[in-house]
């Protein structure tokens, strides 16, 4: 089942003069959908634009047969319908662990405790909840960023490069938690990567290049 689509989308920037993203048309189903390019393919930008963290040149983002950018409440879709996991993690170094998986939580002033301790102990990250983000490795703090993007239950999971700052070990780990996480709590997962490794967990596999996506047939 579509879960999002694009139609003629695209995104420039320097007035004009740069396309990073060239009227793309494409859906994306339920399940794992990973979008492979090298870098400076344009993933990244037409993730953001998916995750309504980037607004679109021009064309329409269409989410539960709305057009996001125009008819959509998208504080409400960010807050309750969609999770976003960072490459550089962005955890607020200021606050602990628990803080920062909480913090979607605190925003719509809603705390589910039974769903915080199964996603915490999902991610084996209990024990580490009480420190800050600085004394934590790599994959711990991954691992409290994926915690934080699905904290709302989020039906659709954007991921840039999760796995970029990890070594090969964790990559997998990490990559198999997704897939788990998904699974369980009945979300979809949109991943752009440059990792060909990670395909082999993908329900629906997409290529971008020179700002345009096909799917892999």
Known sequence: MKIIETQQI?????????????????????????IMGKSGSGK???????????????????????????????????????GYIYQSFNLIKEISARDNILLPNYII???????????????????????????LSGGEQQRVAIARAIINKPKIIFADEPTGNLDENNRQKVMELLVHICETYDASLIMVTHDADLCKYANHIYLMKDGMIEQEK
């Not at 420039?12 to 794992?32: E, H, L, P």
């Open 10 to 34: 695209s995104k420039t920037y320097s007035n004009g003069r740069i396309q990073a993203v060239k009227d793309v048309t494409i859906s994306f189903d339920n399940g794992i959908n990973i």
């Open 109 to 135: 002033k809603q705390k589910d405790r039974k769903h915080f301790n199964e996603v915490t102990s999902h991610l084996g990250i209990k024990s580490i909840l009480n420190q800050m983000p600085e004394t």
């Open 44 to 82: 990244s930008t037409l993730l953001q634009m998916l995750a309504t963290l980037l607004i679109p040149s021009k064309g329409k983002v269409i989410y539960d047969d709305m057009d996001l950018y125009k008819e959509a409440d998208l504080e409400y879709i960010r807050r309750h319908e969609f």
